[in-house]
């Protein structure tokens, strides 16, 4: 238990813990925001009731995932202080500067416009609030721009120089636009839609095979799969292209997820391992299955790699990333995800253009059903092992090539980190477990079909904002569309 | 060049502390109800104190990471080192903030409300007894070498005078948090926080009577920084000026009135804030380091205005609005839907 000793050692696993815990609340309300600007969009322009009821419900799911999401923000932000001193002050030229761009053009403009969006739709006409819920969807993807542009620059750091230890920009423009910078914001952007859609997909599916509420959820679903469409195989596009970058800017990160430990010189065809078992101690793989020449093919599109691809072996120990099973596994893992997304929503277009997805036929496709339940947590998993891939494959560097990680840590006694680090666990847990259970709360209880609908005639009590247990709706068919 | 190394840290300096200013104020009120919604008779009452703040707690909290941005893009050095000095502060404050801003969802939809009452109430007073420690700590000076690297221990930001600094942050958001409620509520709910405002007003003032005799006494470079001409007739007339605003304060609250109180207290909170400001400039570390010596490089500076000072009264504009669409009392006790 060496490690209990040891500051940086701790500092980053709260730092990973932090940032893996939090991570799980942005990607919903991120990508979930663009669902909501649809849904009422769409009410606004067919004034057809269900729409709105849809925003309704699943802004319930978003703001029980905002409130953890900023609240296990600030922890993140505050780390780069207490734990990363040394390299908050090396970096902040640039890296601070993107923090604050980050408060002021996306958390207020977020925060600001929640409140309407949630607690506003009495209070402000229509329009305002389709503002307000457009701002509010702007305000997290300006978010998901400037932390990705700040991650990427920590990837990729360009527009200046180190002097003296501390980063100087000369070029802000070209800091911003690192060379990571734009495939990982459309990445991630995607990333939090795609895990949105697929969630929301998967809540709709299994209303659909309780036998809850059909017509309404095959609407949510066919809405969730519509943009599915254009999403999942752009994902896995963007992905490639960041991957290729990777080879180019990264070679220590891309011999990783590869497991790569030998070189293969420009010009020759590269076999592809799909499987196996790294052995660090060794510098190779104890088992593998690989495909004969085909990571030419992979990161290239040919068969012959044009430029040599650097295995492990070729730098010392200290400079090159460990954990490599690790950054192997949960780059597979991220792959598997977005070609299983891919394939699901093939295959639920073929049976939506055979008439399949209708209120009256939906509930028989039960195995593709089953598909979408299974597909919802999948998302963050995908995401989760991105981001594994992107920081532990980053490492020995906090910033690429320029700070190691060792000298980014603030002097501060391990016992103070494992003390919070011990908090945050504990904290962390609990939150995780409450979320699980008031979230499938909200899902059992079901949309409240009853809302009065704004500049509408209503006929029942005005404001009845606490739905009582579940009560089937007996409505015939019609009634409820 | 000269002029701008001089010139653009102050501009920062200013910045900032309208920020700091503007999160004191908004979540001073906002975390002061939270501590008050630990005394609540009864539930109705704290699911009353909780919708008065569903809809801007997360605005208001914002100030503070914005204002987090902008210390750590212009002042990274200063970012760091007191970062880093009050791990312990820090954390509590953060760990309150995680309480609270969860209580606001899981008590709505749990039916067994007490755990998430209490992790509102006190989350809400761990976060100001944080702040308040660590504006203690600030103060009294953080210890650091000649390159301003923290060189103290952990527990260096404790000591008395910081406690009393903290108790006291602790008082005046619970006042400016009463005054709010005053302002927001009606019926017996507001007869409770008119006595809750006029106790809490006479404990803020004991305190910064304490704080302000005291600090003079114990630290030598506050004492010369004080009694310099001419800011000796600026800091004179502070405590006069603030015994002023205490007494038309209540006199509001006896005179019963609904909005003066909540003035009168912010007027307080700008008065405290501007002598602080006073006391403290051009330190970022106080009397260690300057801001001259912690900024950030000018083209940061100057990158950094660009791209957030135009946003700057934009975002006092949507918060305004903001408040202007949920203005009037606060009815019921539910919040969300």
């Known amino acids: 238990m060496e490690f209990l000793s040891d500051s940086v050692v701790l500092s980053r696993m709260q730092f990973a813990l932090t940032a893996i815990f939090h991570m799980l609340w942005p990607v919903l309300t991120t990508g979930m925001g663009i669902y909501l600007v649809i849904v009422e969009g769409v009410w606004l322009k067919t004034r057809n009731p269900d729409y709105y009821l849809h925003a309704r419900f699943w802004s319930k799911f978003y703001v029980l995932n905002f409130g953890i999401g900023v609240a296990t923000g600030i922890p993140m932000e505050f780390q780069f202080g207490t734990n990363w001193a040394p390299f ?308 020995p560097w906090t910033l690429y090539g320029q700070i190691r990680t060792v000298d980014a840590a603030s002097h501060i006694p391990a016992s103070n980190v494992l003390v919070s680090l011990t908090g945050f666990a504990t904290v962390y847990s609990i939150l995780f477990v409450a979320v699980l259970y008031f979230g499938s709360r909200i899902i059992r209880r079901g949309p409240n079909l009853n809302l009065p609908i704004p500049g509408m005639e209503v006929d029942k009590p005005a404001v009845e904002t606490t739905p009582g247990e579940f009560v089937p709706d007996e409505r015939p068919v019609e009634a409820q569309e | 060049m000269e002029t701008l190394s001089y010139f653009l840290p102050q501009v920062w300096f200013v910045v900032l502390a309208l920020f700091l200013f503007l999160y004191v104020m908004l979540d001073g009120f906002d975390l002061g109800v939270g501590i008050l919604s630990l005394t609540s008779s009864d539930d109705e009452r704290r699911g009353i104190l909780m919708t008065s703040l569903s809809n801007i707690w997360d605005a208001n909290e914002t100030w503070l990471v914005l204002m987090g941005g902008g210390l750590f893009g212009a002042f990274p050095l200063a970012y760091g080192t007191i970062l880093t000095a009050l791990y312990i502060p820090i954390l509590t404050m953060v760990f309150g903030f995680i309480f609270r801003a969860v209580a606001f969802e899981f008590r709505e939809l749990s039916t067994r409300k007490f755990f998430w009452n209490f992790a509102f109430g006190a989350g809400s007073f761990l976060a100001a007894l944080g702040q308040g420690f660590a504006l203690g700590a600030v103060l009294k000076g953080i210890a650091v070498d000649e390159t301003g690297h923290f060189i103290g221990t952990t527990w260096d930001w404790l000591s008395i005078p910081s406690t009393l600094v903290a108790l006291t942050l602790i008082q005046a958001y619970v006042l400016i948090g009463s005054t709010y409620l005053v302002w927001k509520t009606t019926g017996e709910l507001q007869v409770t926080h008119y006595k809750t405002a006029k106790l809490a007003a006479w404990t803020t003032l004991i305190g910064a009577v304490f704080i302000t005799i005291t600090t003079p006494i114990i630290y030598e470079s506050a004492r010369s920084r004080l009694f310099q001409q001419p800011l000796v007739y600026i800091f004179a007339v502070i405590p006069i000026l603030g015994v002023w605003l205490i007494w038309q304060l209540l006199q509001s609250l006896n005179r019963q009135e609904e909005r003066a109180p909540f003035v009168w207290t912010i007027l307080l909170f700008v008065l405290t804030f501007l002598g602080l400001g006073l006391v403290v400039f051009p330190y970022i570390i106080p009397t260690k380091i300057t801001i001259y010596e912690a900024a950030a490089d000018p083209s940061s500076l100057v990158i950094m205005i660009i791209f957030i000072g135009f946003l700057i009264p934009i975002m006092l504009f949507y918060n305004l609005y903001q408040y202007i669409v949920f203005r009037g009392k606060v009815t019921g006790g539910q919040y969300g839907e």
């Open chain 1, 88 to 395: 908050s002050e090396a970096a902040g030229n640039f890296f601070g500067s993107v923090i604050g761009f980050e408060a002021s053009w996306a958390f207020m403009l977020e925060a600001a416009f929640l409140g309407i969006m949630l607690f506003g739709w009495e209070r402000v006409n229509p329009a305002i609030h389709y503002l307000a819920t457009i701002l509010v969807a702007v305000g997290a993807n300006l978010s998901t721009l400037w932390i990705l542009t700040a991650n990427s620059w920590m990837q990729t750091p360009a527009g200046g120089e180190m002097v003296n230890g501390k980063f100087i920009v000369h070029d802000y423009f070209q800091a911003i636009l690192n060379p990571f910078m734009v495939n990982s914001v459309l990445h991630m952007f995607f990333a939090t839609l795609e895990t949105s859609l697929f969630v929301i997909g998967g809540i709709s599916a299994w209303y659909v095979l309780k036998d809850r509420h059909q017509a309404f959820f095959a609407k949510s679903l066919k809405i969730a799969l519509a943009a599915a469409i254009a999403v999942a195989p752009l994902q896995i596009y963007i992905g490639h292209l960041s991957g290729e970058q990777v080879f180019h800017y990264q070679p220590t990160k891309l011999a990783a997820m590869e497991a790569q430990w030998e070189s293969s010189p420009a010009g020759k065809p590269a076999d592809w391992s799909l499987l196996a078992i790294p052995n660090e101690k060794a510098q190779k793989n104890d088992w593998e299955i690989t495909v004969p020449n085909a990571l030419g093919y992979i990161l290239e599109f040919k068969k012959n790699l044009s430029e040599p691809l650097r295995g492990l072996k070729e730098w010392q120990p200290e400079d090159r990333p460990h954990m490599v099973g690790l950054i192997y596994y949960a780059f597979r893992t991220m792959i598997a995800i977005g070609f299983f997304f891919a394939g699901l929503m093939l295959l639920s277009t073929l049976q939506w253009l055979r008439g399949k997805l209708s209120a009256e036929n939906i509930a028989q496709q039960k195995w593709l059903m089953r598909g979408w339940i299974l597909a919802a947590p999948l998302g963050y998993i995908a995401v989760e092992s991105g981001w594994i891939v992107r920081c532990v494959g980053r490492q």
